[in-house]
């Protein structure tokens, strides 16, 4: 099921003008999967079908840490665009574990997915959260095409997920997709996650 808006057209020269603040570091590429230190909202793969995920809450309208940079980045647009997502139950467009798409506009992307995680302390299986998290990003991402997908590290921030398991629960995902996705980035926001992240990778793909 395709969703049905049209794919909007990526401007380059806007995203050229655009003050990055944290150039993207390191790179490491283990297995199937891409490593990077940095900002997700700096990243891009110019040309091709990509999209990137935002870790969101259930309201879907906007927030702090990866949610707000996403939002500041893709401009006022994306959040007309969450608005118009239909809320399953009041204020809730986005049930925890699964994803919602919409055009990126003024990120150097395609299309935003936006999925929901546990919050670690308050949810009763966050593993299963988690998984479902990364599993209906990945489903929808198949679902419409999309080739290059970057992650953030999901729930790991205000929503504290520890590490170490955020990371095996997002690998083992990923197995779950074989050969369906020209590229997997993720993109850690601290030298911790990253280090973190990059062993898991290493561990479990490499
Ligand atoms: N690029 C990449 N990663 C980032 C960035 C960035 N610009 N900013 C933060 N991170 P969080 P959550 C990392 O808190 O835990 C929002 O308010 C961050 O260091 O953004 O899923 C939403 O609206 C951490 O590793 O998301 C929700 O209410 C990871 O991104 C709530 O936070 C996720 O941290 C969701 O909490």
Redesign the pocket.
């Known amino acids: 099921a395709r969703t049905s808006f049209d794919q909007p057209e990526v401007h380059s020269n806007d995203w050229e003008r655009a003050a990055c603040p944290?150039s993207l570091g390191s790179a490491i590429r283990t297995g199937s999967v891409t490593c990077l230190l940095?900002?997700?909202?700096?990243h891009r793969v110019i040309g091709k079908l990509n999209g990137l995920v935002n870790?969101?809450?259930k309201q879907l309208l906007?927030?702090?840490?990866?949610?707000?940079?996403?939002h500041r980045a893709a401009g006022p647009e994306l959040l007309d665009a969450c608005r118009k997502v239909p809320e399953v139950r009041r204020g809730v467009r986005c049930p925890t574990g699964e994803a919602r798409i919409t055009p990126a506009f003024r990120l150097p992307v395609f299309y935003v997915i936006h999925t929901?995680?546990p919050?670690y302390d308050e949810d009763e299986h966050p593993e299963v959260s988690l998984s479902n998290a990364f599993r209906n990003s990945l489903k929808l991402a198949k679902e419409n095409n999309i080739q290059y997908i970057a992650f953030?590290?999901?729930?790991?921030?205000?929503?504290?997920?520890p590490?170490k398991e955020a990371s095996r629960i997002a690998i083992s995902v990923l197995k779950e997709f074989p050969d369906t996705f020209k590229e997997i980035h993720f993109?850690?926001?601290?030298d911790e996650?990253y280090g973190v992240w990059l062993q898991t990778a290493s561990e479990e793909t490499g």
């Open positions: 944290v940095g900002d997700i909202w700096c870790a969101a809450n906007g927030g702090g840490g990866v949610d707000g940079a996403i929901v995680g919050i953030p590290a999901i729930s790991c921030g205000v929503y504290r997920y590490f993109v850690l926001f601290s996650l």
